[in-house]
């Protein structure tokens, strides 16, 4: 299973130091390090800008608590839609698939949710750019 959710303010905030503090320096070209300093400009920009699609992350959570039941886990009292609970639910999602996995068991139901959940988590949380090359 693919874990798409981070913190966007985070993701930023670390492209951001990676160019500036380690592709910034063996850039020596004049213009190169002009066009460089504009993008790392543009993300100071945006991390005060962006937000989290709160709609997108209620159905991610919502998806994320469907296969847990499939799986057999127990429902969250709190029924959490932040990104720290979908951290925590997939990471209970993985151990629970681990452990099956290792044990060998081949449940039918477990392959049909997992596969169910994958289709649809992906096809939300691929770039659109990529969208194009998912089968229909």
């Not at 959710?5 to 592709?23: C, I």
């Amino acid at each position: 299973m693919t874990v798409y959710s981070t913190d966007l303010t985070q993701l930023l905030h670390t492209v951001r130091n990676t160019l500036a503090h380690r592709v910034a320096p063996g850039v020596t070209d004049g213009t190169a390090r002009i066009e460089l300093s504009g993008v790392i400009e543009a993300l100071d920009n945006l991390v005060e800008r962006v937000s989290w699609d709160p709609e997108g992350l209620g159905r991610s959570c919502e998806r994320t608590e469907e296969l847990a039941r499939a799986l057999g886990l127990e429902s969250l009292d709190n029924g959490g839609s932040d990104v720290a609970t979908l951290r925590r639910r997939r990471r209970e999602i993985s151990q629970s698939l681990a452990g099956t996995y290792r044990n060998g068991e081949q449940v039918s139901e477990i392959v049909a949710a997992v596969t169910r959940f994958t289709e649809d988590d992906v096809r939300e949380q691929i770039s659109t750019a990529l969208r194009g090359g998912l089968p229909d």
